[in-house]
């Protein structure tokens, strides 16, 4: 049961990128993370049958999410260089397990998830360096419930 409750601040959101490559996992938590949204895109099957005298019927059959994360590049933080890292990969090495840790302690960990790197230091001059990425589920998650 979690101790948390009522409303409470995004930044207790956290996430850790396994920077491994390994079969034993290292989480690390992205330095200077500092906003992001998520997507759920869901498939849903639609048919109207007769004796619904021509009311839809729906089913949902399909399930990915997608979470777009923004903050700054931390160079010679784990988790910062091994995001960074994988703008130069494609295929299966821009994989890599994600976790999402909740405010209330559940924890979402996405297997094999895509990294889609979009910015590792693109902005005006006198800018603080960007690290810009979208973790793509890639199958089912884990969704392990607050102790």
């Known amino acids: 049961m979690s101790t948390t409750s009522g409303v409470y601040p995004c930044y207790e959101n ?15 938590t992205i330095a200077d993370c500092e ?15 007769f004796e619904q005298e021509g009311w839809v019927r729906r089913l949902l059959t399909a399930k990915g999410v997608t979470i777009s994360i923004t903050g700054k590049r931390c160079l010679g933080d784990d988790g910062s260089d091994f995001i960074a890292g994988l703008a130069w990969k494609n295929g299966r090495e ?6 999402w840790t909740f405010p209330d302690g ?4 996405f297997a094999d ?16 360096a960007p690290l810009e990425f979208e973790v793509q589920s890639n199958g089912k998650p884990t969704v392990t419930p607050a102790g």
Not at 94 to 99: G, L, M, R, Y
Not at 106 to 109: D, F, G, R, S
Not at 113 to 128: K, M, Q
């Open 113 to 128: 998830a895509v990294i889609n790197v979009t910015n590792i230091g693109s902005a005006d001059s006198t800018s603080v």
């Open 35 to 49: 906003s992001f949204s998520v997507s759920f895109d869901n498939g849903v099957e639609e048919w109207r049958p």
């Open 14 to 28: 956290q996430f850790q990128v396994d920077v491994s490559n390994t079969s034993t996992a290292s989480f690390k």
């Open 94 to 99: 821009a994989e890599t397990d994600f976790q």
């Open 106 to 109: 559940t924890v979402v960990t």
